[in-house]
């Protein structure tokens, strides 16, 4: 059957917006990004052109900008103070994937062969990025049969990751919420620079803001690109050593701060919800590239390095947040960020927050303490760490 593209787009808002009314009537225990992801890996193998995503809008062009203006808004979502007080966070995600590696590189070794083993790793501990590295690396060694490997493994362990994460976060919510409710604001929190104890605040920034009459969408979109434009530069600079995603979030944050850019400006523009949804659905669209019976005949391994690693990883995380009062729901859940990365972790965590919060105040305190803990881990588990194993990992071959 051929698609046009208003139909290609109408299937996709389809699998999305299934996916949400789930994550609704469940109160969040099944994250939508779970459920759309499996609606995709049925269309699919189905009836869904392996192009859908594309034809709907979604394709490579979109997504560049996408990532880069969706960065720099969250940017805007937190204060310097508090990006710098999630150092905690980005200790506990990276010693959890120093305990994927050492069962996966231990027990996993004792089942699995050399190579099945090197391959699936990387992509366990990050995102695409690693996956492709390690996929190319196969094959530029000849090791054909395990190509598609590391993108399966990239594939999987997402299904795995989203719903444990949920069920860490509505844990580690409703404890929040109830200290909340009995005692008022931690004072940990209010130290760490919460938007909570912020809100209403009224001084003066370096640049002045804009007359309101200028603070249009178009206006609003440009400075934010700007900024983009600048981070993709200063990371040329670094000669790619440093994530231009990276960047984006921290020039978001620098750049509010001095009055450049709006508090929350995609949300001022009208534009999150619209990119936040192509993003997600580009994501979902690297699903296409594996048919059920290459899944079927590497399931195996791949389940049995994911269960592997997820221990490792609760394990190693559990332990190191406790020496920086982490709860192991909260450890465990900055330390999965590495199964999914960005978006993911944005939505599956205000996902949570709205359905564990009964008022606006109690739902912006747990986005104060939640979101910045899982977008940090997330950026340095998938965006860092993973590609660094990836490119050491390749050498192992």
């Not at 996408?66 to 150092?87: E, N, P």
């Not at 996929?135 to 590391?150: D, H, N, Q, R």
């Not at 009995?182 to 909570?196: C, R």
């Not at 104890?197 to 969408?217: H, V």
Request: charged residues 15%; proline residues 4%; aromatic residues 10%.
């Amino acid at each position: 059957m051929v698609f046009t593209s208003v139909e290609c787009f109408l299937i996709v808002m389809a699998f999305l917006l299934i996916g949400e009314v789930v994550s609704e009537k469940t109160k969040a225990y099944v994250p939508s990004v779970f459920i759309s992801a499996v609606l995709f890996l049925i269309g699919f193998w189905t009836f869904a052109p392996k192009d859908i995503v594309v034809r709907a809008s979604f394709g490579k062009e979109f997504i560049q900008i996408t990532m880069s203006l969706l960065l720099v808004h969250l940017g805007t979502l937190m204060s310097l103070r508090k990006l710098i007080a999630q150092w905690k966070a980005v200790v506990v995600a990276v010693c959890g994937i120093c305990g994927i590696m050492a069962l996966t590189m231990s027990v996993g070794l004792l089942l699995f062969d050399w190579h099945t083993v090197i391959a699936a790793t990387p992509p366990l501990t990050g995102g695409i990025v690693a996956a492709l590295l390690m996929s190319e690396g196969l094959k530029a060694k000849g090791i054909t049969t395990l190509a598609v490997l590391p993108i399966a493994m990239f594939i999987t362990h997402s299904f795995f990751g989203y719903p444990i994460t949920s069920w860490c976060l509505k844990k580690e919510g409703k404890r929040i919420v109830k200290g909340f409710r009995e005692s008022g604001p931690d004072p940990k929190v209010i130290k760490e620079g919460s938007m909570f104890q912020d809100e209403g605040n009224s001084r003066k920034k370096l640049i002045p803001a804009l007359p309101e009459a200028y603070q249009t969408a178009p206006m609003i979109l440009f400075k934010v690109i700007l900024v983009s434009m600048l981070a993709g530069w200063l990371s040329k600079l670094t000669g790619g050593a440093v994530n231009q995603y990276v960047i984006c979030l921290i020039l978001g944050v620098v750049f509010c701060e001095l009055g450049f850019l709006e508090e929350q400006s995609l949300v001022k523009a009208g534009v999150f919800n619209w990119l936040i949804a192509g993003l997600l659905a580009y994501v979902f669209s690297q699903l296409s590239s594996v048919t059920p019976s290459q899944l079927l005949g590497i399931i195996g391994p791949i389940i049995v390095l994911i269960i592997l690693g997820i221990l490792g990883m609760f394990i190693m995380s559990m332990l190191v947040g406790k020496h920086f009062g982490f709860s192991k729901e909260m450890a465990f859940a900055c330390a999965l960020t590495a199964l999914f990365g960005f978006p993911a972790d944005y939505v599956i965590t205000t996902e949570v927050c709205k359905s564990v919060g009964t008022t606006e105040e109690e739902k912006n305190y747990l986005v104060d303490i939640l979101l910045p803990r899982m977008l940090v881990g997330g950026f340095m588990t998938v965006s860092i760490a993973s590609v660094i194993i990836a490119s050491i990992f390749l050498k192992l071959l």
